[in-house]
């Protein structure tokens, strides 16, 4: 080797431990930082699980969550890894932080998702409440005696909220104020007119059930626009779905018909780039329907 190559040899050698050297330091100097932010992070994400799994009466210690959470983790990233290993070690490292990205937020998708339709389900529910409550008043019971019967005769999940009523009342907590904590418990628009209209007429003096009837009407109204509402934009979201789903099936597709070419696209550069550019263009697709699509009643 020429005496040139030596020194551009020697250069770049220098150049690459400045480098390694910098971003050395500038993980050092940030690793606490970024250390309690990670904890914060997940600490926030574990009491989030916890309050959620507590408001479906599913009670679990903090520890399981954490538990769920790692766990979830890195099952994604091992079978992510495993699956990109398959085309390089390269694509597997990546495949394997996506993997690991999507489960540490699967639990939190999962859990949500329990707790919306524990919700729709509550919302349902209110209908024949209100009529129970309306008919029950107007037999000339109390309205403690109504909750009671409210516990005995609906399903959970409305049983198990309008027990936990009954339960602190019989505690000692006022029973508007056990109300209130119940519309804490469910963030639920139409079960918090219901327990506003309540709490209101009983300082004030009113039929309540008049209110009843009256707030049974617009729910049944409400909740019919939203099923049309719905139906509607079914068709958009299974276009959305379709096309956000088509550009991986013929991915799959021609990696089986022509497997050569397809590894290219994972093992080179300008491959590399195509498929985020693809993904960065599906998301923000699928992003702008689902924005577009819902709709608020």
């Given at each position: 080797?020429?005496?040139?190559?030596?020194?551009?040899?020697?250069?770049?050698?220098?150049?690459?431990?400045?480098?390694?050297?910098?971003?050395?330091?500038?993980?050092?100097?940030?690793?606490?930082?970024?250390?309690?932010?990670?904890?914060?992070?997940?600490?926030?994400?574990?009491?989030?699980?916890?309050?959620?799994?507590?408001?479906?009466?599913?009670?679990?210690?903090?520890?399981?969550?954490?538990?769920?959470?790692?766990?979830?983790?890195?099952?994604?990233?091992?079978?992510?890894?495993?699956?990109?290993?398959?085309?390089?070690?390269?694509?597997?490292?990546?495949?394997?932080?996506?993997g690991g990205m999507l489960g540490f937020r699967l639990p939190g998708l999962i859990v949500?998702?329990?707790?919306?339709?524990?919700?729709?389900?509550?919302?349902?529910?209110?209908?024949?409440?209100?009529?129970?409550?309306?008919?029950?008043?107007?037999?000339g019971l109390s309205f403690m005696q109504v909750i009671q019967i409210l516990e005995a005769e609906l399903d959970d999940p409305a049983s198990q909220e309008f027990s936990m009523v009954l339960k602190e009342n019989r505690v000692g907590v006022n029973l508007n104020d056990a109300l209130l904590n119940m519309t804490n418990r469910v963030p639920s628009e139409d079960l918090f007119m219901i327990i506003n209209s309540v709490v209101t007429l009983s300082q004030q003096g009113g039929d309540l059930s008049e209110a009843f009837d009256t707030i049974a009407?617009?729910?049944?109204?409400?909740?019919?626009?939203?099923?049309?509402?719905?139906?509607?934009?079914?068709?958009?979201?299974?276009?959305?779905?379709?096309?956000?789903?088509?550009?991986?099936?013929?991915?799959?597709?021609?990696?089986?018909?022509?497997?050569?070419s397809m590894v290219l696209l994972f093992t080179t550069p300008l491959g590399l780039g195509m498929v985020i550019v693809m993904l960065t263009l599906i998301g923000l697709g699928v992003f702008w329907m689902k924005k577009i699509l819902t709709i608020d009643v």
């Open positions: 080797m020429s005496v040139a190559g030596f020194q551009s040899l020697g250069l770049m050698s220098v150049g690459l431990s400045v480098v390694f050297i910098f971003v050395f330091w500038f993980i050092y100097s940030r690793y606490s930082e970024w250390e309690t932010k990670a904890r914060e992070g997940m600490s926030d994400y574990a009491a989030e699980l916890y309050d959620l799994f507590d408001r479906m009466f599913m009670r679990q210690n903090l520890n399981r969550c954490y538990s769920l959470i790692i766990i979830s983790t890195a099952v994604a990233g091992f079978v992510g890894f495993s699956i990109g290993l398959s085309v390089s070690l390269f694509f597997g490292v990546i495949a394997a932080a996506l949500k998702a329990m707790f919306q339709r524990r919700l729709s389900k509550f919302n349902l529910q209110l209908i024949d409440a209100l009529n129970m409550m309306s008919n029950a008043i107007r037999s009407h617009t729910i049944r109204e409400r909740q019919r626009v939203a099923s049309k509402i719905r139906t509607m934009a079914q068709a958009g979201m299974t276009q959305a779905t379709i096309l956000g789903i088509l550009p991986f099936v013929m991915m799959g597709l021609l990696y089986f018909v022509q497997p050569d």
